[in-house]
């Protein structure tokens, strides 16, 4: 195998640069980056970016995975030459990775780039060399995305519980002179968090398969009483029950067939993980709590007549985009993103229904089966829901609005369609609309015409102040 570059001193452009313990060392034309042992502070002019590897990969024993390393948070545009990756891994997780299953990314796709690969088997890295003078890759400062790609696969002995780390190598003997070229720029990018730090290490965990492979089973009856500590697995087109509260925060993936949440226990703090095709449901009037939420194109999410509190990493405009999405259209029976089964059904029978969102502030977001207009997602429409949309000051204001101040239709605004949808359910003071012990959703209770006339003039007149304000200014 042919070894990359040796450390040394190399020439660009008639000036000399030492080349020495860097994991990704950047240069541009007329002068080569080096982020040195110990540290380069950035300076004002200096072209910063971040390349790092997902931390969130859950694979089973003897399956292949692919990784991206990806360029990210690139601060100025640059022109994009070369580059040359050193990449560790742990013989204990991982097995031996193949030259042939490195690729470009998606940043570099369709080049024409030369270059290296190279296996250590002993010293347990692998490299990449890419050199592509005559057809550079202009690179944005909003440009992100991967470098290269390459597949490593599971140690078939790999327990389910085990985590191996793929990291950016700082310096490996001879092969660490790791050399990324820019041309067109003439400053030095320096890449936080330094090559060789924990920031930069790649995370694949080995997870349990939990397989049902047609029909419904519940997690007794699949052969997991209880989830342990160890991430797991969904396969197979069946239906899988989590009807018992579980322990641990470890990963859930969903990678074919359905999840149904069963016990709001079930889920515990796992991140909950759909591939496309995948779909999560709760049954009932299920409240869970789940550690995060993570849904490829193509999955679904049915919350029924239920609510899901999402701890963390969910943004909420990801979790507004996944609502609209499952809305399809207000029927609320989209085939990927988030829906309502329940919703659907009403809907279906003029009941006009929807999925509600909050964020609580702390970092954690809420969507629910809900009501036009139940800002606060109790299950109940009434005078607190009115005095959210009220105290918001959105209505008819074009400014940013969420679910609480009134917004129904996902549109960031509060105007005279979404009141029109809050009025039209006839829950107002009704009392709970989603239990046993609530009105029949068959029968519509109209109160009186006061609260309506009450609620609309206050909006309108809110709104007619605002412009006769703005008119004066």
Do not use: C
């Not at 110990?38 to 200096?46: L, N």
């Not at 780039?113 to 088997?121: A, I, K, P, R």
């Not at 550690?291 to 239920?306: E, F, I, M, P, Q």
């Amino acid at each position: 195998m042919v070894e990359p570059q040796r450390r040394g001193f190399r020439s660009v452009n008639n000036r000399t640069a030492v080349i020495g313990s860097v994991a990704v060392a950047l240069a541009v034309a007329g002068m080569v980056l080096l982020p040195i042992s110990g540290g380069h502070r950035a300076e004002a002019a200096d072209i910063a970016a971040t390349v790092s590897m997902p931390q969130d990969v859950v694979a089973l024993p003897g399956e292949t995975v692919t990784i991206p390393v990806r360029l990210t948070g690139i601060s100025r545009s640059f022109t994009l030459d070369s580059f040359q990756l050193v990449i560790g891994y742990d013989a204990g997780t991982f097995g031996q990775p193949a030259t042939s299953g490195i690729r470009l990314g998606d940043l570099t796709a369709g080049r024409s780039y030369t270059g290296l690969e190279n296996v250590s088997v002993a010293g347990q890295y692998l490299t990449v060399l890419r050199s592509n003078v005559s057809d550079p890759v202009a690179l944005t400062a909003t440009a992100s995305g991967a470098l290269v790609t390459f597949e490593i696969p599971i140690a078939a002995t790999a327990a389910p519980g085990m985590a191996g780390s793929l990291r950016l190598l700082a310096s490996r003997g001879a092969s660490a002179t790791e050399i990324v070229t820019l041309s067109g720029a003439p400053d030095s990018v320096v890449l936080s968090p330094a090559p060789g730090s924990a920031g930069l290490d790649g995370r694949v965990s080995v997870g349990r398969e939990i397989a049902v492979t047609s029909g419904s089973q519940t997690q007794s009856a699949a052969g997991h009483p209880t989830l342990g500590v160890a991430p797991y697995i969904k396969t197979g087109t069946g239906t899988l029950i989590l009807d018992r509260a579980n322990s641990g925060s470890a990963p859930f993936v969903v990678r074919q067939g359905t999840v149904v949440l069963a016990d709001g226990g079930a889920p515990q703090d796992r991140t909950i993980s759909l591939d496309a095709g995948g779909r999560l449901a709760v049954t009932g009037l299920i409240e869970a709590t789940i550690g995060g939420l993570k849904a490829a194109s193509g999955s679904l999410v049915d919350v029924g007549s239920g609510r899901v509190t999402v701890r963390s990493g969910l943004s909420s405009p990801d979790l507004v985009a996944l609502i609209a999405t499952g809305q399809n259209g207000g029927s609320w029976d989209g085939t990927s993103g988030i829906a309502s089964s329940a919703a659907a059904a009403d809907m279906s029978n003029s009941r006009p229904r929807a999925v509600g969102w909050m964020d609580n502030g702390d970092g954690s977001l809420v969507f629910a089966y809900a009501a036009p207009g139940d800002s606060n997602l109790d299950w109940n429409v009434d005078i607190l829901d009115a005095a959210n949309i009220l105290a918001s000051g959105k209505f008819d204001a074009a400014t940013p609005a969420t679910w609480i101040d009134g917004d129904t239709g996902y549109d960031e605004l509060v105007d005279i369609l979404d009141i029109a949808d809050f009025l039209s359910t006839g829950l107002f003071d009704a009392g709970v609309y989603n239990n046993a012990a609530a009105t029949p959703k068959h029968v519509a209770v109209v109160p009186e015409p006061s609260v309506w006339f009450t609620i609309s003039a206050t909006l309108v007149a809110a709104a007619g102040l605002r412009r006769r304000g703005s008119r004066r200014r």
